[in-house]
């Protein structure tokens, strides 16, 4: 989770003048490529450009660039890393100067002994319910960064069963809602029981 990363370039006329001016698009390309060369599935890496402005008109060379980044990790160890990395850029472009305002967001949220022992008091309640849960390591975000990060036991994802978050086939199954509730109801109660 990240955001503003900002290059610098001239503006010129494109057509009279094209030599110039500095294209901070041309940079920001050089960047993107970078940055998505930097995602690691091996480590629970993930790196998404996903917004990019620069430029005012076609006939213009850019004097200005942005882009938004997305940044996804499993560990703080990874995130520390990126972080460095991110923040390490150098120009290619000569005569562009590159702007690293953003950082990260909220702490990954790891694989924590607390987070695994609930996870099997939620399986095994599942179990008992007649179905199954499994256990996924994906590169989402919430709250629960937050809380597991301070040492308290999280799971995430408890909700609605579906696919495609996100994309035009985005859905949840109607069916499965009573059985997920159960689960939450069910687990609520053995929590609460239990201290």
């Not at 993107?32 to 599935?41: E, F």
Request: charged share 25%; glycine share 12%.
């Amino acid at each position: 989770m990240w955001r503003p990363f900002e290059v610098k370039g001239v503006s010129s006329h494109a057509g009279n003048h094209h030599k110039d001016g500095i294209n901070a698009i041309e940079e920001i390309a050089h960047q993107i490529i970078r940055l998505h060369q930097s995602t690691d599935y091996s480590k629970g890496t993930t790196v998404n450009v996903g917004k990019i402005s620069g430029g005012t008109r076609t006939n213009v060379v850019p004097e200005e660039a942005e882009v938004e980044v997305d940044l996804r990790m499993t560990t703080l160890a990874e995130a520390v890393r990126m972080d460095a990395y991110i923040h390490d850029a150098h120009s290619v472009v000569p005569g562009t100067s590159i702007e690293v305002t953003g950082g990260l967001n909220r702490p990954p949220m790891e694989r924590t002994k607390g987070n695994v022992e609930l996870f099997n008091v939620a399986k095994n309640i599942a179990a008992e319910l007649g179905f199954e849960v499994d256990e996924a390591a994906v590169g989402g975000g919430s709250d629960g960064n937050f809380i597991s990060a301070m040492g308290i036991p999280v799971l995430d994802g408890l909700g609605a069963v579906g696919d495609g978050p996100h994309a035009e086939n985005e859905h949840i199954l109607i069916d499965k809602m009573p059985e997920r509730a159960a689960l939450l109801a069910q687990l609520l109660l053995e929590i609460c029981h239990g201290e």
